[in-house]
């Protein structure tokens, strides 16, 4: 240390002993914020929403493209895979903690020697869950906010969706009831309901669901589109399709989907997939503004 010579000689065994401690202790001189490991897309979007310090994430990539870039600019690791991450990669990373979903248990063993886990038991989407989906986003955001000790930010991107989805349920006008779809090829389509995210948005909006079959687990049935006629006075609501890209552009001159009363009366609507199909409260606040702004 040189550069000990310019100082005044009161301050050199303070600043020497500074520097052998972060020399002998380079944890020290690098510490780096707290990071959360998360492979699961709910929990992701709901996290990055919490402004964490730092998270990893599996499949990046399809992230990105299922709701519409809108964390294109989080710095945010790719970790690999979902269901094969990169374990040498999240080891040397080093995640203060980890967040799974119920189903990724086996996920959570493999990866317990790395770092701690938590199974997110408020998780929306399961099969036994009961009551209200939309309570279940509440309790969803309140568990990762307190699991990241962020519990303050998620009671507030509470309020604040609750405000958000009231003032624009005050501005819309009486509608007919919507049918929402998302395209799987040109022949197949998932028709959301019962246990979706667009069913809660519809609900919070006072608007009403075309679709009163009976869904799975994540909201939606998958049907033919011949099966869309037996639905009577529906307006059309066309979410974007991330696989395969671009294929409800053509449905006004395409098949049988030019046939369908609201194709033909011209008041579908097709929104940007900028939300997850199997979101919580921030997908929930991204659909409702795209809806009400498209209505």
């Known amino acids: 240390m040189s550069f000990l010579r310019f100082l005044p000689r009161s301050w050199r065994t303070p600043v020497y002993l500074v520097g052998f401690i972060l020399t002998t202790n ?18 992701a979007e709901t996290l990055l929403s919490l402004d964490p310090s730092a998270v990893s994430l599996g499949n990046i990539a399809a992230f990105h493209k299922w709701t519409g870039d809108n964390y294109k600019d989080v710095d945010i690791m790719d970790i690999g895979t979902q269901t094969f991450p990169n374990m040498e990669l999240l080891s040397s990373i080093e995640p203060h903690h980890i967040l799974l979903s119920p189903s990724q248990v ?3 063993q493999r990866l317990a020697n790395i770092a701690p886990y ?17 309570s279940s986003f509440d309790a969803f955001a309140l568990e990762i906010g307190v699991s990241v000790d962020q519990k303050a930010v998620a009671e507030q991107l509470i309020m604040d969706t609750r405000s958000h989805l009231e003032e624009l349920r005050s501005n819309l006008s009486s509608q007919p ?24 948005v519809l609900r919070q909006l006072n608007l009403s669901n075309a679709w009163t079959e009976k869904t799975n687990q994540w909201g939606y049935s998958l049907v033919s589109i011949r099966e869309l ?32 009363p ?12 900028s939300f997850w199909i199997a979101g919580a409260l921030p997908s929930a606040q991204r659909f409702a503004n795209a809806l009400v702004k498209a209505l």
């Open 118 to 134: 938590t199974i997110i038991q408020s998780y929306p989407y399961v099969g036994n869950r009961s009551g209200r989906l939309w």
């Open 177 to 200: 009831p919507l049918l929402v779809i998302q395209l799987v090829n040109e022949h197949y389509v998932r028709v959301y309901g019962e246990n979706s995210m667009f069913q809660e």
């Open 26 to 43: 380079p944890a020290l001189a690098t510490k780096l914020p707290p990071s959360v490991a998360v492979f699961d897309w709910t929990i």
């Open 262 to 273: 609201s194709v033909q009366q011209g008041d579908s609507v097709v929104l940007s997939s």
């Open 229 to 260: 006629f037996n639905v009577e006075e529906a307006r059309l609501i066309v979410i974007e399709s991330a696989f395969p890209i671009g294929i409800e552009n053509n449905i006004e001159t395409s098949g049988m989907w030019r046939y369908l």
């Open 106 to 108: 086996r996920l959570g």
